[in-house]
């Protein structure tokens, strides 16, 4: 999921590309708001934690572009391409180094083993 920063900030071809030059595939692409309800069910595992009602806040706040992405070992690959999740942590040239600038709005979101990609997909593409 490209997140409201990068969307706000224009970056949403230059992200999609990084994923088709590397040979993915983008199955599915849908600009669209996240509603509360899917926000909460995506983020379940930080309810209680500082974070989470800013983190709730941040990604309702504006568009995101949901996506489905896949290839050859498309999560390890794309996890690599984002970066370290605080952007001041991301080596340069990945998408959180490159387009991030603090933690609370890293500019991507992308599942980190298949059970959650699976689960993630169905929270925002429900159909």
Known sequence: MLKPDAVANRHIGDIIARFERVGLTIERLELAQVTPEQAAANYAEHVGKP?????????????VVKLVVSGEEAIQITRKLMGATNPKDAAPGTIRGDFGLIMDANVIHGSDSPASAVREIGIFFPE
Do not use: A, V
Request: proline share 8%; charged share 15%; glycine share 16%.
């Open 51 to 63: 974070f989470y009602d800013g983190l709730i806040k941040y990604i309702t706040s504006g568009p």
